[in-house]
């Protein structure tokens, strides 16, 4: 069984930044595709970034390309998204994904989530 685990939600002002962490508890984290998703109250479920196996691959939302960056630590089993410039329409709950064998957006594709960490930009 895979879980995962984020942290590093919080509030910030627009303009600010944060770094969010999903903590993933598996023997074979590289053998993993990992994605972040986000859900805004009463919107649905929408991509933000992911990452391929040997960080080869990174895909990102057309809405957050250019201020958000997802790495990996292999050694870690840890999954980074490093949020800058950051506007209130990015307030949300972001949820960390990960699968096996998917590569992309289509969040009912990944099989394992973590809880979620709540991120708020004010204005």
């Known amino acids: 069984q895979v879980q995962l685990v984020e942290s590093g939600g919080g509030l910030v002002q627009a303009g600010g930044s944060l770094r969010l962490a999903c903590a993933v508890s598996?023997?074979?984290?590289?053998?993993?595709?990992v994605g972040w998703f986000r859900q805004a109250p009463g919107k649905e479920r929408e991509f933000v970034a992911a990452i391929s196996w040997r960080s080869a691959g990174l895909y990102y939302a057309d809405s957050v390309k250019g201020r958000f960056t997802i790495s990996r630590d292999n050694a870690k089993n840890t999954v980074y998204l490093q949020m800058n410039s950051l506007k209130p329409e990015d307030t949300a709950v972001y949820y960390c994904a990960a699968d096996a064998s998917y590569y992309g957006s289509n969040w009912p594709e990944y099989d394992y989530w973590g809880q979620g960490t709540q991120v708020t930009v004010s204005s």
């Open positions: 598996t023997r074979t984290f590289g053998s993993y595709v």
